[in-house]
């Protein structure tokens, strides 16, 4: 049994990594968390740790899981984080602890290069560009060399190149053991290695789309483990959502017509049978993304069924879909790849049949347009059961940690969709010391957030606060219209000036740092996950308390469920949920224990309204202000520490 003091000590001022880590500050609170993990996995239990920016939460959960020699899955919020993790922290902590374990690295498996795809596309030489053509023979070069076939390694080609979905799988048309490169696959290797290792690096979508196979019976991609910890948890509520939703897109359909007239060749006849049935499919894709053309880009499917137009463009595509899988249904014995896309049609066509068919109380259906298609879903509107069984199969410990779960002290926005009954929470603040590291200012006077002239009344209220700052800003925002105006607003200040859109987020952001005195404008994706320290970022404003929008289907639907249940979906369900968007956007502010900055928050419902209180007691003990001059002089004050 793991002596649960262990991993505390090692994280100490007598330990390892005090005398290892440059830099390195013991924290009580990390020591604490570390000390949970190692107790929740002992007793398989259910763990909800909130840790503030600082506490060091990757250490604080690997060294128990290292100490632990049980089997251990570690998931991320993102691809990116997960690289970091099995790539600069894991070796660092087992090197340090001086552990021997067997580690892997587990993505989805649009990540990794399909042999079988790569040939298909290399022997139809069809390219829509002389860029496309070259991107291939970098993809081919590669193909010779590497041995993980991750396609992070080859940064060359574009994350949004078309060609990535030719090169790669999804479930439905990978041809698993009948395929001749199954040997050498790197997806099954990848799940090979991670079979056989005693700590697994995965991400949400991975382990949520192997939770959903499970639920549905259909095997599993991961092992089983003895312990699970989910770090940035507060995503998963919603991406759980996604993934435990039934779907279909248009995306779906015309890969799938694709797919099967690869199949054809060298099938002799098999392209005159199937022809006209895929171009039927093909066609009606068509028409049916023409007759949404009316309807509002994402909404209820009650929208859509009323429009007789998309109704009943929406039965001839399912016609057509049952056309060609009994077309298929004659050709499947003819090969391994024809079996597969017959099987895929059959699949496709049930969850059409699924999400058009009769409504179910505990489901939402809804429908999304983009320019080139479309995605009709069927969304369950309370996952805790299903996610609360899965994790009794488990019979594992659940660790669930993230900077932000609670809301006002409470974990029940969480826990509740979660389906975590009573587990253990911890809420350990962060290891900064805000009261002097940070100021709030809630500027006076500005007008309720719908006023129309309410975005150039901010950019006025927070200009001497950015002069004051010397740019060195984040302005964020709650819709990409706030943001487009603020930008023409603030385009004659003197600060270089960052806007959300016009390059890729990761250039914006190293721009912004090596600017030292810019000011970065951003919607949504700049809220969270975005690291920042030192002086180039000394300022946080925030427009509007970022209430989700309530023309969302899916939320729709939620708030009516919990008012069916006699709750009150504002409180109950809204505000939580923007109180921990509030604290992600304002965690960007102090990143490191000598950050000093300043917390603007404009939205004049903070001081006037009633629930205004649970935000601000949501966000870290920092002391407010409703003078401008305060804030002045605390930049002043900043400057002074900072001279020479
Ligand atoms: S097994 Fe599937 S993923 Fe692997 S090469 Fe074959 S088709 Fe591609």
Not at 410 to 417: G, I, K, L, M
Not at 449 to 463: E, G
Not at 522 to 539: K, M, R, T, Y
């Amino acid at each position: 049994m793991t002596d649960l003091h262990d991993a505390a000590a090692l994280l100490g001022a007598d330990g390892p990594f005090a005398r290892e880590v440059p830099g390195f500050a013991p924290r009580a609170t990390q020591q604490q968390m570390a000390a949970a993990v190692a107790d929740a996995i002992d007793h398989r239990a259910a763990l909800v740790v909130e840790a503030g920016t600082g506490t060091g939460k990757t250490f604080a959960y690997l060294v128990p899981a290292l100490l632990s020699g049980k089997r251990v899955i570690v998931s991320t919020g993102t691809r990116n984080l997960q690289d970091q993790l099995f790539h600069r922290d894991l070796p660092r902590v087992l090197s340090i602890l001086g552990v021997q374990a067997n580690v892997a690295l587990l993505k989805g498996r649009a990540n990794y290069l399909c042999k079988y795809r790569l040939r298909q596309t290399v022997e139809s030489g069809q390219f829509k560009s002389r860029a496309q053509a070259e991107d291939l023979q970098r993809i081919r070069e590669w193909a010779e060399r590497t041995r993980t076939g991750d396609r992070a390694e080859l940064a060359e080609v574009p994350e949004g190149s078309p060609l990535w979905p030719r090169v790669t799988s999804t479930a439905e048309n990978c041809l698993g053991v009948e395929c001749p490169f199954y040997d050498e696959c790197f997806v099954f290797q990848a799940r090979r290695r991670a079979q056989e290792a005693d700590l697994i690096v995965v991400n949400h979508h991975l382990l949520l789309s192997d939770l959903a196979l499970k639920r549905d019976g259909y095997g599993a991609i991961l092992p089983e483990a003895d312990a699970y910890i989910l770090d940035e948890a507060h995503q998963l509520p919603e991406l759980a959502g996604q993934y435990f939703s039934v779907g279909i897109s248009s995306r779906q359909l015309k890969e799938l017509a694709a797919d099967t007239l690869a199949e054809c060749a060298g099938q002799p006849g098999a392209l005159a049978l199937l022809q006209p049935a895929l171009e039927g499919v093909n066609d009606a894709v068509r028409k049916t993304r023409l007759a949404f053309d009316a309807l509002p880009r994402r909404g209820a499917f009650a929208q859509l069924e009323a429009d007789a137009g998309a109704a009943d463009a929406l039965e001839g595509l399912g016609n057509t879909l049952a056309d060609l899988a009994a077309v298929l249904a004659g050709q499947a014995e003819r090969s391994k790849g024809l079996a597969s896309v017959h099987a895929r049609t059959v699949v496709l066509d049930q969850r059409l049949q699924r999400v058009t068919g009769s409504a179910d109380e505990e489901e939402v259906r809804w429908y999304e347009i983009s320019d080139r298609g479309f995605e009709l879903s069927a969304t369950p509107l309370d996952l805790a059961p299903q996610l609360q069984k899965l994790r009794d199969a488990t019979d594992a410990a659940w660790i669930h940690a993230s900077a932000t779960l609670s809301v006002a002290g409470r974990f029940d926005h969480f826990t509740r969709p979660m389906g975590l009954v009573d587990p253990v929470t911890l809420d350990l603040g962060s290891p900064f010391d805000y009261a002097h590291q940070a100021l709030c200012y809630l500027p006076q006077g500005l007008p309720d957030p719908n006023a129309a002239d309410y975005t150039v009344r901010v950019i006025d209220a927070v200009r001497p606060v950015l002069e004051a700052s010397k740019g060195r800003a984040f302005l964020l925002f709650t819709s990409h219209r706030a943001l487009k105006l603020a930008a023409e607003l603030l385009a004659d200040a003197p600060w270089p000036l960052f806007v959300q859109g016009t390059a890729p987020r990761h250039q914006l952001l190293s721009d912004f740092r090596d600017s030292g005195n810019g000011v970065l404008l951003g919607a949504a994706s700049f809220w969270e996950g975005v690291d920042v320290a030192g002086d180039a970022l000394s300022c946080v404003v925030i427009d509007k308390l970022p209430f989700a929008s309530p023309d969302d289907p899916v939320l729709q639907a939620r708030l009516d469920a919990v008012r069916r249940a006699g709750g009150n979906p504002f409180r109950d369900w809204q505000i939580p949920a923007a109180a921990i968007a509030l604290k992600q956007g304002a965690g960007r502010l102090i990143r490191d224990v000598r950050d000093r900055g300043v917390l603007v928050l404009c939205d004049p419902r903070l001081t006037t309204r009633g629930y205004g209180k649970m935000f601000l007691a949501s966000l870290p003990p920092m002391r407010r202000t409703r003078e401008l001059a305060e804030a002045r002089r605390f930049f002043a004050r900043s400057s002074e520490t900072m001279a020479p």
